[in-house]
């Protein structure tokens, strides 16, 4: 994986939609996503066969685009259908045997303190995501919001792990996490929700830009 890669990180799943997930990570890509992740939780979220099957045809998306498609929590998911990794979260296994599990993949951890961060880092992640940022209705199990200091002292101990921060992330904001240090933004409703997905993605890559 490529720091690059974390430019514009759009988190994404059938409920955090305004129009079908297909139409928004298409337009998602064509204004320039760099990853994205398929994050298919809350109400009305697609389970079983049904949850695979739209994963697959992201995933195709993605494939065809040459961006990492990243799928959230659910290992066996990502397993059967060849994911280029997961993201999991503090109450999952640990990054070394979720990596022996998916053989390889990419492996994002996210994390909220410094102890953590250090532990994702000795367990192998290959990045980590912090947060949340700002205040976010997205996630309604959310921790207390951390703002940009946690980042910016992450980078001065580990300059070069890569660091995508997530939560409240806007195009208005998305400059003040750049210059903490992070090397991307992970956003969700600031692409979904956008009007037009594709100049939303537009937006937050001139940031990254102007910024890197």
């Not at 974390?6 to 305004?18: D, E, H, Q, S, W």
């Not at 947060?131 to 580990?158: C, F, H, N, Q, W």
């Not at 090397?183 to 830009?209: E, M, R």
């Amino acid at each position: 994986m490529k720091k690059e890669q974390l430019a514009v990180y759009f988190i994404a799943g059938t409920p955090n939609c305004r129009t079908s997930i297909d139409e928004t990570l298409q337009a998602a890509i064509h204004g320039g996503i760099t990853m994205f992740q398929f994050r298919e939780k809350g109400e009305g979220a697609l389970t079983g066969e049904t949850k695979k099957h739209q994963a697959l045809r992201l995933q195709s998306m993605c494939k065809q685009a040459g961006i990492p498609f990243i799928v959230n929590d659910d290992i066996d998911l990502a397993i059967e259908i060849g994911a280029d990794g997961v993201h999991i979260g503090q109450e999952d296994e640990p990054a070394s045997v979720v990596r022996k599990k998916i053989k390889g993949g990419i492996v994002g951890v996210s994390v909220h303190t410094m102890d953590e961060f250090e532990k994702a880092i000795i367990d192998g992640a290959d990045y980590v995501g912090t947060g949340p940022i700002y205040s976010t209705a997205t996630k309604t199990d959310a921790r207390p919001v951390a703002g940009t200091t946690l980042i910016a002292k992450m980078k001065e101990k580990y300059p070069h792990f890569p660091i995508v921060g997530i939560g409240g992330i806007t195009i208005e904001n998305a400059v003040d996490v750049m210059k903490a240090g992070a090397d991307g933004v992970s956003v969700i409703t600031a692409i979904s929700h956008a009007n037009k997905p594709d100049q939303a993605a537009s937006k937050l890559k001139n940031v990254f830009s102007k910024t890197k």
